[in-house]
């Protein structure tokens, strides 16, 4: 058997995926694994690195294993992650410092509202596309130095490095520090125009360069591992939404999809030329890839999926996260309930750090399965709020939306987003388009596909939904949408 697969390591925020394909872009295997969630206090939100790594090695063999192959049959391995949490470890010992800090963690909240106060946030916006928020890795990494004993000392004397999940993972694997174009536009320190960490930044932070990983493309060998025994190239890094941007085969300007994870993530490609947004998006790095970098526009919605996991591990309205479905389709609709799910505040376009959940329109009639729906509504209504934000900065409406992600599973709210948006959602056969776009990267550096054409070819269409409401229909649910947040964010 020849080495015809690819392994694509998909490290989310609460779990670990590892996923076989073939040549023809089909899963061979998977296997996932869920690890702790830490919540020191309210708002905060940690992993622990190790537990990170012992559950995506894990997954990794299982594939393997599952797939009935070996390691030597496996030509290259690609990985793609939650992008903005942060990890630093000794460069001596390579044991973590601190317990990574997690995208969805807000305790730098207040550290972001100062450098705003000191008007950082136009300079931070020129500079890497992004808004002052905790959301970034940037202040996480700061508040790492601070808070932990010796971390700083030792930092300044080149003793730490600092990485996202991805840099950890290739440490892990290869012992090499390094990251992609990607994943280094979510930190707040990457320069997106000169492509290099900004000093000037580094400098406002106080964060030693010393601490950053050497940042190289996309699609490239990183290093060889002997992790599995025989030797195996890691031979792609992505950030997890452009990576499902790339499995989309979303590669010309105007292709956009939407990844319903825990959080949900809208890109569209815009090419060779960065879009500085009007409307509250993010400008980022779409990927490195042919000695070029291409950009995109994002919008982020903190709580997607997770609102699911909400119902079923807190609330206990549910026993699992697909019986959301069909308890939500028990009501013809969400009788007027309305869930904001803003647990750790508001991401574009409102960006509200302070926002927290709220459910309005509660009557004696509501019950279990309205308040089911409407939370599963909240993931549709607020990608719309996103989507229009796009459609504004280009001046026209979006024809279709791709969807992928372990919630576009959901027919009910996949049929809820066409109708929100007024235009058609295809699904494509491979949901999980975030390996698939990280297996496709690794793919192209080693030589199993050749040029990118070859995977749109490999992309395939599962299901397209069509809006059913009429625009008046449409108006009211958004106008109860908007109430909504208003409420939440006043």
């Not at 020191?40 to 559950?55: F, L, M, R, T």
């Amino acid at each position: 058997m020849g080495k015809d697969f690819v392994l694509a390591m998909d490290q989310g925020t609460t779990s670990s995926r590892s996923i076989v394909f073939d040549a023809a872009g089909a899963i061979r295997a998977s296997v996932s694994q869920e690890y702790e969630q830490i919540y020191p206090q309210p708002g905060w939100v940690e992993h622990n690195p190790e537990a990170i790594w012992d559950s995506q090695i894990a997954t990794a063999r299982a594939a393997i294993t599952q797939a009935g192959l070996s390691a030597r049959d496996i030509a290259a391995i690609g990985i793609t992650n939650q992008r903005e949490t942060t990890v630093v470890w000794d460069r001596a010992s390579g044991r973590p410092v601190f317990n990574a800090i997690v995208w969805q963690c807000r305790r730098t909240s207040d550290y972001c509202a100062q450098l705003k106060e000191k008007g950082l946030e136009p300079e931070v916006r020129q500079r890497t596309g992004l808004v002052l928020d905790a959301y970034f890795s940037g202040t996480k990494l700061r508040w790492i130095l601070d808070h932990v004993d010796g971390a700083r000392a030792l930092a300044e004397k080149g003793g730490l490095c600092f990485g996202t999940v991805d840099s950890w993972l290739l440490h892990k694997l290869c012992g090499v520090h390094a990251t992609d174009y990607s994943n280094a536009s979510r930190t707040l320190l990457f320069n997106i125009h000169t492509l290099d960490w900004d000093d000037t930044l580094l400098e406002a932070l106080d964060i030693p360069r010393t601490m950053l990983p050497e940042v190289k493309p996309s699609s490239f060998i990183y290093g060889i591992t002997k992790v599995f025994g025989p030797e195996i190239p890691v031979a792609a890094l992505c950030g997890d939404q452009q990576s499902a941007l790339f499995g989309q085969a979303a590669f010309a300007p105007g292709e956009c999809k939407n990844t319903y994870g825990t959080g949900c993530f809208l890109l569209m490609n815009t090419g060779e030329r960065p879009i500085e947004s009007r409307h509250g998006l993010l400008t980022t790095v779409a990927w490195g890839l042919d000695e070029k970098v291409e950009y995109a526009l994002e919008g982020s919605v903190f709580i997607g999926g997770a609102v699911i996991q909400w119902l079923r591990d807190e609330m206990r309205l549910i026993d699992s996260a697909t019986q959301s479905e069909s308890v939500a389709a028990e009501v013809e609709d969400n009788g007027g309930v309305y869930v904001v799910p803003a647990f750790v505040g508001l991401g574009a376009p409102h960006w509200n750090m302070s926002a927290r959940g709220t459910i309005t329109g509660l009557t004696r009639g509501s019950g279990r399965a309205h308040i089911v729906r409407a939370a599963l509504e909240s993931i549709s209504f607020q990608s719309a709020d996103v989507i229009r934000c796009m459609e504004a900065e280009l001046d026209s409406r979006i024809p279709v939306l791709k969807v992928d992600g372990g919630a576009a599973r959901n027919n009910l709210l996949m049929q809820h987003q066409a109708d929100v948006l007024g235009a058609p959602v295809l699904r494509g056969q491979t949901t999980e388009t975030t390996a698939l776009g990280a297996a496709f990267l690794s793919g192209l550096a080693v030589g199993m596909w050749k040029e990118k054409n070859e995977l749109r070819q490999i992309w395939r269409q599962e299901r397209e939904f069509v809006p059913q409401w009429n625009e008046s229909r449409r108006d009211i649910a958004v106008s109860g949408w908007r109430k909504a947040i208003n409420r939440t964010i006043a």
